[in-house]
């Protein structure tokens, strides 16, 4: 099976937006069942997740605009714009059909900002 090139606007947007694996979970979860409001305890027991990790990402997802928050307690995906509804759907469906390159593109920028915290402390350490 060959597998298609994943375009570099969705890289970008899972780099530069969504950044974190938690994060592109609650999205997608949201992202499948759009009519369907989810509380904070829903997303967290249907993700695993402790509530205060479900409510960073629902807290994120919501100031880029991808997910509103009505009446105080329920969330949902909303999507600002159609550009985001279409770049989400296209990740959705990238995702469904090949994980490891979304994974990868968020995980790749990890060791870059772990590296450059440790060389921190080096270039401190050879200071002293």
């Known amino acids: 099976m060959v597998k298609q090139q994943i375009s570099e606007s969705v890289k970008r ?11 592109l979970e609650v999205l997608l979860l949201l992202h499948r069942e759009p009519a369907r ?7 967290a027991n249907e993700l695993g997740f402790e509530p205060d990790t479900a409510w960073e990402q629902l807290a994120a997802l ?18 600002a ?4 509804r279409s770049i989400v759907n296209r990740l959705a469906i990238t995702y469904r059909k090949q994980r490891v390159p979304i994974l990868s593109a968020i995980l790749a920028e990890k060791p870059n900002k772990a590296r450059r915290f440790v060389e921190a402390f ?3 350490r050879s200071n002293d």
């Open 37 to 43: 409001p989810f509380t904070l305890a829903e997303v």
């Open 13 to 23: 947007f899972v780099r530069e937006q969504i950044q974190t694996v938690p994060k």
């Open 122 to 124: 080096k270039c401190a």
């Open 62 to 79: 919501e100031a880029i605009g991808l997910i509103e928050n009505f009446d105080k307690s329920n969330y949902r995906y909303h999507p």
């Open 81 to 84: 714009n159609e550009r985001l």
